[in-house]
């Protein structure tokens, strides 16, 4: 995780915060990836705290992971995995082990440590003409609206009210569609040409041009797809925790207007144009008629 923050040029050699006036946006499953996860929150909030003095911001979204330990579910919590957590600024405390009682009370909404951190990360972010979720937008998303689905979300796991928000399930029973921390139809190798027009519709809707989202593991590295409206949906889940997956990020250069005027694939091998990663819609009927994304041209780093 550091290395990949070195990469970027938001972090040095020890750790601390050079990007500057930057925005890091992290896309969210920070938990139940790996004994460190102590470690990977302890920097993201210290390089918070430093980069809002120096006119930037480190934004942690939410993920799956980060909802599921709200409600007490820590079937994907490794054995030993918070045996590193240590005081850091009375956010967090030592844990010895994953003892299920010590990590319900960090966890507990309302008042434990974790859960009031999580309570200051969104669902979903907007940041010029780049739209920012872990899953991925889905109509519902709009119809609650960002910032309403934010401030829900964030009353629910500080305990200022019991019910949680329905959108935030992994499928919601009335509209029968995914939740944005559970979409996996614009991470998957192929998307459906209706996805790829629905997102477009809600790009639209919003005033934006381009959605960056995690939550599904690309081997192949970051990479986009472009819309027949030429949108773009960016996907940056690139399996650090896995120790498999690239040292990468996206990098977007925004003039003040707010349009992304550039693209970047930022590694240790070095920066690519991120144009070179990004895939067209490809017209290969599927036997229901419907067109799908044709094979990857991905270049390697």
């Not at 990007?19 to 004994?35: A, E, F, I, K």
């Not at 210290?46 to 409600?71: F, P």
């Not at 629910?156 to 019910?163: A, C, E, S, V, Y």
């Not at 930022?266 to 799908?292: F, I, S, T, V």
Request: hydrophobic share 40%; aromatic share 6%; with cysteine.
């Amino acid at each position: 995780f550091l290395r990949c923050l070195r990469s970027a040029g938001v972090a040095d050699e020890r750790g601390d915060w050079c990007g500057g006036d930057t925005v890091l946006v992290q896309v969210g499953d920070v938990l139940d990836r790996g004994v460190d996860e102590a470690g990977c929150v302890e920097t993201l909030l210290r390089l918070r705290h430093q980069s809002r003095k120096s006119g930037g911001n480190v934004v942690v979204l939410l993920g799956n992971h980060e909802i599921l330990n709200a409600e007490q579910d820590f079937r994907y919590a490794a054995s030993g995995q918070f045996s590193h957590w240590k005081v850091a600024g009375g956010i967090v405390e030592k844990l010895l082990d994953v003892m299920k009682g010590k990590r319900a009370r960090l966890f507990q909404r309302g008042c434990g440590p974790m859960a009031m951190f999580l309570s200051s990360c969104p669902v979903v972010v907007q940041i010029g003409d780049s739209v920012f979720c872990h899953g991925g937008l889905t109509p519902a998303t709009l119809s609650h609206g960002f910032q309403q689905l934010n401030d829900d979300t964030s009353a629910w796991l500080q305990g200022r009210r019991d019910d949680k928000p329905r959108i935030l399930e992994p499928v919601d029973s009335e509209r029968h569609e995914a939740s944005p921390l559970w979409q996996r139809a614009y991470g998957m190798m192929r998307i459906a040409n209706s996805d790829l027009a629905r997102l477009d519709r809600m790009l639209d809707a919003v005033g934006a041009s381009k959605m960056i989202i995690g939550h599904t593991p690309q081997p192949m590295g970051v990479n986009g797809v472009e819309t027949r409206a030429g949108n773009q949906v960016w996907r940056v889940d690139v399996g650090l925790a896995e120790q498999r997956g690239r040292i990468e990020c996206l990098e977007l250069l925004q003039a003040a207007s707010g349009v992304t005027e550039s693209l970047t694939v930022l590694g240790e091998g070095g920066c690519d144009d991120a144009l070179y990663r990004l895939r067209m819609n490809w017209h290969a009927p599927r036997k229901q008629g419907e067109m799908e994304l044709g094979p990857p041209g991905l270049c390697s780093v």
